[in-house]
């Protein structure tokens, strides 16, 4: 029988406000911002006393990586449509024939190829996987970062 265990990132304050250009779709190729929600499900097997794992450690761990991307603009390092230069103290961003000029200390830089929610996830997912050890006993997490209520995406990874 599997049991899971779920964190809903709006009531939990699992959250982070912030800027982003999806260059790749010209909709949201304008500069724009959202707060997201980060949510997790968590599928195993229960432990001894019962549980499959704490919700405090995954809220922590969650948090930290909300709290790094918080009230920044997020920036794909990977992306194949922006040319993306770094400069002292600013980042210059070509693409979609504009051009935008941001103070580097403002933006972040994401190993992903666009800002999309569906790579937001997979990001937060990769980001959580470096920052615990899982016991054996955990069969699935499937993470959800959330583009505002009632939208977003989710990525799910089998472990065993």
């Not at 500069?31 to 006393?49: D, M, P, R």
């Not at 919700?55 to 194949?80: G, Q, T, W, Y």
């Not at 190829?113 to 054996?136: D, F, H, R, W």
């Not at 699935?140 to 939208?151: A, F, K, L, R």
């Amino acid at each position: 029988m599997n049991s899971y265990i779920t964190i809903d990132g709006w009531r939990s304050n699992i959250r982070f406000s912030c800027a982003h250009i999806i260059h790749e779709y010209e909709k949201c190729g304008r500069l724009h911002g959202h707060t997201y929600a980060i949510n997790v499900k968590v599928s195993g097997k229960k432990n001894k006393e019962g549980i499959i794992i704490d919700f405090s450690l995954l809220k922590n761990i969650l948090r930290k990586i909300a709290n790094k991307l918080d009230h920044h603009v997020l920036i794909p390092e990977k992306s194949k449509v922006a040319k993306i230069k770094k400069k002292n103290d600013s980042v210059e961003i070509k693409a979609l024939k504009k051009k935008f000029i941001l103070p580097i200390e403002d933006c972040i830089f994401l190993p992903i190829e666009s800002t999309s929610a569906e790579n937001l996830a997979e990001y937060v997912l990769g980001e959580m996987l470096k920052k615990i050890k899982l016991p054996n006993t955990i069969y699935s997490i499937e993470i959800g970062v959330d583009e505002g209520y009632g939208q977003g995406a989710k990525i799910s990874k089998n472990l065993n």
